[in-house]
């Protein structure tokens, strides 16, 4: 079979393909001409409709090795040691799982990503397994977003938090009544990750009030708030980006007594400048008091806790449960009522709600807010 031959009689030869050893025998073909017409640097429509008959392939094995018992490269029953395996057609279990990914994408969505990128090929985007891997990854992280979002819809509010603008419900609370604060305000640094490759991915949801002269000002005015809803000897800490420390900093010392800064050490590098600058792994945490509230004891200020996955992430900035826990070890007592004004995944109050510590939580936004409860409830409720 040459490249001709594939173009003439691309839709035919596709469905001559009836079993996994048909399947494997005519992608290797296929892929033999990707790499002829790749060494040979023929036209992008050439290659396109090659990458387009791979895909497809590709499509058509994932449907069968997902009907067949070979799904996880082994016998799946017992006495079943005699029977094919995926290594016995050239199978790796990757491509497996690879060509199956493929082959859940629906039928709409695998025909407009092969049609954007004939669109697109004059710009030189290629048709390939990775991108079409990409868009279905996309849809998994569709269909779970929607799926979370439903149930969390359905799910009673627990009674400590509070959806709405937390200058508002902070007016609300009871002077001298909060003994710990710990929050993760807005940063003022317009954060969205460009990390992740997946449009659907939660870091790209990005967050409300972080165009900076907002987040400095929300800052400002929910510190004087706490001045005054916070008991006579308390613990405040505010998570904090480096590149905004000075003006937080500025601004929180206005009304508290800034004390030893914390470095919460992620385990891992974010992305940014790869050629000219060291890869950031760290986050701050300025610590700060009102009165001369005791600590439990006494620890050092790095804290070394992994950062969440994205894929268990419900918030582009989440703070893993563990590293709140570090906190709450130092400074919260079981009779005390820890704030967090800006609670956005719920972290904090799941963290307080584990430890049997009273706790109150406000997020804005509503649609986190849900996402928030039902995180929170994972855990807590039996």
């Known amino acids: ?34 790499t002829w017409a790749k060494a040979e640097k023929k036209d992008a429509e050439l290659q396109n409709i090659i990458a387009e008959q791979k895909l497809r392939t590709q499509r058509i094995l994932g449907k069968l090795l997902k009907q067949s018992d070979l799904n996880k490269g082994a016998a799946t029953q017992r006495g079943s040691e005699d029977k094919p395996r995926l290594k016995n057609f050239g199978v790796s279990k990757l491509e497996s799982h690879e060509f199956q990914k493929i082959a859940s994408l629906p039928q709409e969505i695998f025909e407009q990503e092969i049609s954007n990128a004939k669109e697109q090929s004059r710009k030189r985007i290629e048709l390939t397994t990775s991108r079409m891997l990409n868009a279905a990854k996309n849809y998994k992280l569709q269909q779970q977003n929607k799926e979370n979002e439903n149930t969390a819809n359905k799910l009673d509010i627990l009674q400590n938090i509070k959806q709405g603008d937390c200058l508002d419900v902070l007016n609300k609370i009871d002077d001298n009544s909060i003994d710990v604060v710990i929050t993760d305000p807005p940063y003022g640094i317009n954060y969205k990750s460009n990390r992740s490759e997946l449009s659907n ?40 980006s480096w590149s ?11 009304y508290f007594t800034v004390k030893t800064p914390i470095v919460w050490d992620k385990g891992n590098k974010g992305s940014g400048d790869l050629e000219t600058d060291w890869g950031n792994q760290t986050e701050l945490i300025i610590y700060c008091i009102k009165g001369k509230k005791k600590i439990n004891y006494r620890k050092g200020n790095v804290l070394n806790v992994p950062k969440l996955h994205t894929s268990k992430m419900i918030h582009p900035t989440q703070k893993p449960t563990e590293l709140i826990t570090e906190l709450l070890e130092v400074s919260a007592n079981h009779t005390d009522t820890v704030l967090d004004p800006f609670m956005g995944s719920g972290s904090t109050i799941k963290a307080c709600m584990q430890k049997g510590i009273n706790s109150i939580g406000i997020e804005l936004d509503n649609k986190m807010f849900l996402l928030a409860n039902k995180y929170i409830n994972e855990g807590i409720r039996t």
């Open 1 to 34: 079979m040459d490249a001709l031959q594939l173009r003439d009689n691309a839709k035919q030869q596709l469905a001559e393909i009836k079993t996994i050893e048909t399947g494997v025998e005519y992608l290797n073909k296929v892929k033999a001409i990707e």
């Open 201 to 240: 991915s939660i870091t790209k949801r990005g967050l409300l009030n972080d165009i900076q002269e907002d987040a400095f000002k929300l800052l400002d005015s929910v510190c004087k708030l706490l001045l005054d809803k916070t008991s006579d000897n308390a613990h405040l800490y505010f998570f904090c």
């Open 244 to 254: 905004v420390f000075v003006e937080f900093k500025t601004i929180i010392s206005k």
